[in-house]
């Protein structure tokens, strides 16, 4: 990471004027989840179950998560992360976090405001014998809505869906000593340097003991971060009035020589691009198309990662025959990768054949899955706008058709049919002036199909 | 009048004749309630690192159903995602002894608490006529199919696997890898229980979802091979159901599929 230094935020005036950038959390207690109610995305990572039911552990680790998580993140602008630890020794669930946060439980606790993100991340290890496996899962969600891609066509929009919003990854197997020492530089690492030195005078941050920070500069592997009590309101807190004095900086990138904690757990450069996704494609925090760009591209860039260390930490030791524990990471890294390269001001050619070839790649990891062919297919329509001739258009209406026929409720697919009849019919904006006529036979079948879409009505048994 | 006592008589014996059936299996407590749900037994067995696996195999593996599977919105309807919406449930001192334990009775049961799969696993040092060694065992009840279609040899699988030695139990364990084969039995069930409720679109959906998972397994055992046949023709009968119901007005009538299989694009 050397020479990489981001100047985030300037490191004077009132810490009001961040709260919605940066901002980090740490110890609160799962039941009470807390998050950053004005940031586009916040990353709520949970305890990390561990064999020995060692809860000081099981946090120490979520924080090296989160913090090498918002370090990774920052980049994106309007972020948080919060690390919530266990609470008198109950265990965190992530689905009651998750329903707490979207208003579906009650909780005395933060909500998500509206349209606003959260990305779920927890973990656990467990022991066999000698041997530990480790499994990192990630969920995430915005608002109380499915994320989906929408393509303008003619006068109507296609709209995919994607095939899903979390993963579990893959276990995988982790010697003792490995952990041993991830755990030891978390205990080392929880400590804040007056300057970003490991020689600098320091203080260690109390264990269990709720706080908030704002992030007010990253260089290298370092956070400058102010920190203030967890029950003080964020808008009073005033950068000099770190609970720490002059200790300020923290470790924010966890690796030594023998591992880096995101080629042991890849999930985190999952975490990053999923968040890029999410703050790119939010219209409130997204800023000029310039950024946007940026944004998408090192969101994809990270997406890349991710597949690339599960296929070095996984495909390679394990059997084939475990592929199928890969596929749905896979597919949902490839479908975000494909989403975001359509959600710059640029959707040429190229950008939409390199979406498709993304979106084709998840069709083949999940054969049976309608959603991965349905995006494919939207992109084949806005691809056949531009061919001569009206056969492709044709080919992927009847592709679409045929993705009914596996999934014949699925609503964007038959949405997305009758958005493609009505196309071709030529009642939804001009068809290519240099497309031959339709036959009779073909105006007739396409005409009888969106008549019968049109009737499709549910049926849940006579 | 008459009839009646003869029904009550019939239910009488029914319920008397199940007795010693029902005895082999503690009932599970959790099981009622709205939803489709898979049972997930108290796995138990020979102490080994075998079993500690085995658990935390079938816990990962769902797990992965759920959060993979789980849609988005909180009531799923604006989204297009087909999602099969399952709650697990633990049911502890419960061990079926094999395929017999599943009685017509208990099947009916299980299916009118919308239950679409039960799971239980055991561990057992190998006979002593073999080298030593471990057996490791699990068992899938795809309850819809075993009450709906009892004939079919496919609604009670058992998988087994057997080691001479624990040296290497990942590699044992490797040939009972739950993450997958949770998901293919749960479609299965969901999709056969969706059918007899006339449910054809959903039906279909998952059917042809399970189908392509189980095509997608390499070298499948002779009981894949089974079990993939079973569900095309499931599959293929939901459409053929669905066009001769005359209050069916669902897609199924537009695209009029045969095959599950559709070109990859």
Known sequence: MTGFALRCLAAVGLVASMTATHAGMMNAPCDRPVVFRDAAVNVVVLPFALPTQNSRAANRLAQLVQRETLRSVAKFGSVASVQLGESDDRACVPAEVRAKLLGE????????????????????????????????????????????????????????????????????????????????????????????????????????????????????????????????????????????????????????????????????????????????????????????????????????????????????????????????????????????????IDRGDAALRAARARFAESSRLRPGNAEARNLTLMTDLVLARQADSPEPALKAADALLATLGIAPSNVAVQANLRVAYRWLLGLAGPRPPAWRVLTADERSHLADMLSGLNQVAPYRGG | MKRMSIAWLSVALAAFACLPCSAQMRPCPGVAGPGQKVLIDDIDGAQSVVLGLLKQRIDAGLAKLQLETRAASPSGAASGVDAVRVRAVRCSDRHPADSAAFTPAIARELNNNEVVLEVWAETAPLPATEAPGLRALVGYALVPLRHYVPTSAQGVVIVESKASSVDSPADLLALLDQSGTLAIYTAVGSGVRLLYAEDFDQARTQLCLALARLEKIRNPSPDDADLSQAVRDMAQDTVRRALASPGYHGALRLAAPVSCTVAPL
């Open chain 1, 105 to 344: 439980q009650p909780t005395s606790g933060d909500r998500l405001a509206p349209g606003r993100a959260v990305v779920l991340v927890w973990g656990r290890i467990v022991e066999s014998g000698d041997q530990l496996y480790s499994q990192v899962y990630v969920d995430f969600v915005r608002g109380r809505s499915t994320e989906k891609l929408e393509l303008p066509f003619g006068t109507d929009r296609l709209v995919g869906p994607l095939g899903a919003q979390g993963f579990a990854g893959p276990q995988r197997s982790m010697d003792r000593a490995t952990l041993a020492r991830i755990d030891d530089f978390a205990r080392r690492s929880n400590v804040l340097y007056e300057s970003p030195d490991e020689n600098a005078d320091r203080v260690t941050i109390p264990p269990d003991v709720p706080f908030s920070y704002y992030v007010t500069e990253i260089r290298g592997d370092w956070m400058r971060i102010v920190v203030f009590p967890g029950s003080v309101p964020p808008g009073s807190v005033n950068s000099e009035q770190n609970a720490f004095g002059k200790k300020q900086w923290i470790r924010a990138v966890a690796a030594e020589p023998e591992w880096t904690l995101r080629k042991v757990w890849p999930e985190i450069a999952f975490v990053e691009g999923v968040t890029g996704y999410l703050v790119t494609s939010d219209p409130k925090a997204a800023g000029t198309a310039a950024a946007r760009a940026t944004m998408a591209a090192a969101a994809s860039r990270a997406l890349d990662e991710f597949q690339e260390n599960l296929h070095s930490n996984g495909l390679a030791r394990e059997q084939e025959s475990f592929d199928e524990r890969y596929a749905g990471a896979r597919a949902v890294a490839l479908e975000l990768q494909g989403a975001l390269q359509l959600l710059g």
